[in-house]
């Protein structure tokens, strides 16, 4: 082991805390794989000692570090939809430091939506959502910049904000937007995560338009005069479902900001939540999309 008098610049030594509690002991380090964790002091400057606590947990996985950390801090997420899936989507994303959110949400909060829409509280009841959620994040991450939208866009509208973000989570409840940010997603090249929940039932795909042979959502759920939206309002939804998919979603987008892991890209996996039941399937990209091909 390496003797801490024999540590010089560019290194710093980090002094480990465990749970709550700091180790007291002075000559006690964290050992990672046999050696102790050091910092390049030039990264000071990048990112301060509170941020490095802060995102300590993040910085000690090696598909992360702390390279992957200071990628999030610069990314840009835009998500559409501060409701069920929303609110765990936006809340994970702050708190694991992603720099920069746009969320879109022209809707006002109401009683009924509190039994599952975790980023609003009974204070926030007839405020406008994405401001609510702004209120709600940078109460748990200040040091992020969240940026409400809090009126209903066109699509070309919408198109413009996207053309500044790292990637585009679809949190919304109709087909018509979903199909409207599949085609900006597509036209950007930006990764779009899609995900969906109704009674027990929920779903996660990513559509990564980065490369030329992704399937799109239209691919998926072809675009068809007869399609009816499934609601909530009609027909229910199981509370930690939304947790549970919304969660999903802001792993896959961590993962496709930092490109680590295998991710839901050309996949739709299904979630049952009553039965606890998951299935991963594999879509087909099709030759003859209108959006894609």
Known sequence: MVAVAQLVEPWIVIPVV?????????????????????????????????????????????????????????????????????????????????????????????????????????????????????ITLNRINSNINVIPIKKQLNIEEVKSIAEGVDVIVDCSDNFETRYALNEIAFDLKRPLISGAAIKFDGQVSIFDFRTNNSPCYNCLFPRNDEEQNLRCSDHGVFSPLVGLVGSIQAGEVIKVLLDIGTTLHGKLLLVNHRDIDFKNLKIQKNKHCEICS
């Open 18 to 134: 465990v749970g709550s509690s700091p180790i007291s002991h002075p000559n006690l380090f964290l050992i990672l794989r046999c050696e102790i964790l050091f910092i390049n002091s030039k990264n000071i400057k990048i990112m301060q000692d509170k941020e490095l606590e802060r995102y300590s947990r993040h910085i000690l996985l090696p598909e992360i570090e702390f390279e992957g950390q200071k990628k999030l801090l610069q990314s840009h997420c835009l998500i559409v939809g501060a409701g069920g899936l929303g609110s765990p989507v936006a809340i994970y994303l702050a708190a694991s430091g992603v720099g920069k959110i746009t969320i879109c949400d022209f809707d006002s909060v109401d009683l009924s939506n509190l039994q599952r829409q975790i980023i609003h509280e009974e204070k926030s009841i007839g405020l406008n959502k994405a401001e609510s959620a702004k």
